[in-house]
């Protein structure tokens, strides 16, 4: 199922490759999310042309719209968004908690309200993997308790407790034909919690691993540290998933950690705020800067934006709302980050992923709100 073709001298990179139901992932691979059944802005030809090999679901939103009924009589989800490549399906569990008014965490799973229409609604375990069973995804996600990251230690603690227990009822739910099951460990920042999380969910035994607790609104050196503390629990010959992360820059520096999957709405969702991904950092389109520019969004790219299409001409149409504005920049930094992934991969097999990364991040130019977190916990660590 996952074989781990090569591993970096220099760092805890690795080259795998993962083979599911709807063929082979090369990794370390980079999922574009389409929470909705659509990666945001994007048709297949797109998604194809980027070097897409596998997409993320949503379960949580899927079952609420258009519903299973709607799904199963398409043929299932694959058919039913007509993506004949690997789809892996989120299991709510983050919904739940984030978007989802909570009535009440049970034993089994939580009772909340819809965040459309307000209607009550169980979510749990055995209710996760039916859906996801029924959608048919080459990998489905156990169902877990993700609290923010400045949660109280007791409130991590009690989100370890459910996760561990979730994820052992997950493990005895039917699935579909050929379908991976990936246990989630949580733990946030705390060393003892994340040990043992990410013990007792390889005990059960998995067929990957998932780093959860990130991407919760923690500073950067904070998700770096949830990582590397629950890196070394997480068996080598398995795949291991960094879930919802991250920037260009810090997907170079996870796969340098020894992750292999990453999904991540950053490059969609900042391509509808105008804001390009390139190998020097974030780029906004829309700034007066690119007025009379007339080079592509980024030299060197072979996206079809970046071939066809000129900063300044993109600037106008994001100033006048057009919808090929933020579609052409939705292309441009998929196409990035696939690129990005595609290279590291390239290095890996080459056995020159150390210069890869050291260049990289010598030219990339992190965020201010980055460098900021950075700077703070240099601080605290002196
Ligand atoms: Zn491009």
Redesign the pocket.
Known sequence: MFELLKTDPASKARLGRLTTAHGVVDTPVFMPVGTQGSVKALDLRELNEAGTSIILGNTYHLNLRPGLEIITAGGGLHRFINWDKPILTDSGGFQVFSLAKIRKVKPHGVEFRSHLDGSLLFLGPKESMEIQRILGSDIAMTFDECPPHDAPAKEQRHAVERTIRWARECREQPRAPGQLVFGICQGGVNPALREECAKAIVELGFDGYAIGGVSVGEPEPEMMKAVELAEPFLPANQPRYAMGLGTPAQLVELVARGVDMFDCVLPTRIARNGTAMTRKGAVSIKAGFNKADFG???EG?D?F??RHHTRAYLRHLLNVNEILGLRMLSV?NS??ILKVMADIRTHLAAGTFAEFRREFIAHYVPSKKVMLARVAAAAANS
């Open positions: 592509p969004i980024e790219c996206c934006a970046c441009h196409h990035m």
